[in-house]
């Protein structure tokens, strides 16, 4: 089966001052975050085990490209790791896919790995997953489902 990645919907930038990143975003083009948000405290993944990790966000609508700045606040993740090793800005590009599950699968079915995974903080009916391709490609890259899931889809 082959991954259906239709179109990129996000790009995510990891950030050390969320605060820092926003002020310059209004600076370069005028605008303000269309929305706030934290991790929810939900069900998270990190390399194959459940894990606490959480992260403050501003995201911003450009035409059909949302931008999302990533500032970590605590627990292991791929956004601490990626700060600590010494980098900072463009961490992510996501597609929103209609099959979530056969898009994992057929990722794994390339030896391309689940790195980390949880619920959206726009619903918990909405999932997102970060795959292991950051050797291959440079960036990790993410899918996220547009439409509603069962919990019980999440690993267990």
């Not at 179109?7 to 083009?29: P, R, T, W, Y």
């Not at 999932?127 to 292991?132: G, I, N, S």
Request: charged share 30%; hydrophobic share 40%; with cysteine.
């Amino acid at each position: 089966m082959e991954p259906k990645l239709t179109h990129i919907s996000q790009i995510g930038l990891c950030v050390k001052d969320l605060d820092a990143a926003v002020a310059g975003m209004e600076k370069v083009f005028g605008v303000k975050p269309s929305r706030y948000g934290e991790t929810p405290e939900t069900k998270r993944y990190y390399k194959g085990q459940e894990a606490s990790f959480g992260a403050r966000l501003a995201f911003y609508n450009f035409a059909n490209i949302e931008i999302e700045f990533m500032q970590p606040l605590y627990g292991e993740s791929d956004w601490t790791h990626y700060l600590e090793s010494g980098r900072e800005g463009l961490h992510h590009f996501r597609f929103s896919v209609d099959d979530f599950q056969g898009t994992v699968d057929a990722m794994r079915d390339r030896g391309i790995g689940v790195l980390m995974e949880g619920l959206s903080v726009k619903s918990d009916k909405l999932r997102w997953a970060l795959f292991d391709t950051e050797e291959l490609i440079a960036f990790p890259v993410e899918i996220f489902n547009e439409f509603q899931f069962r919990p019980e889809e999440l690993p267990s």
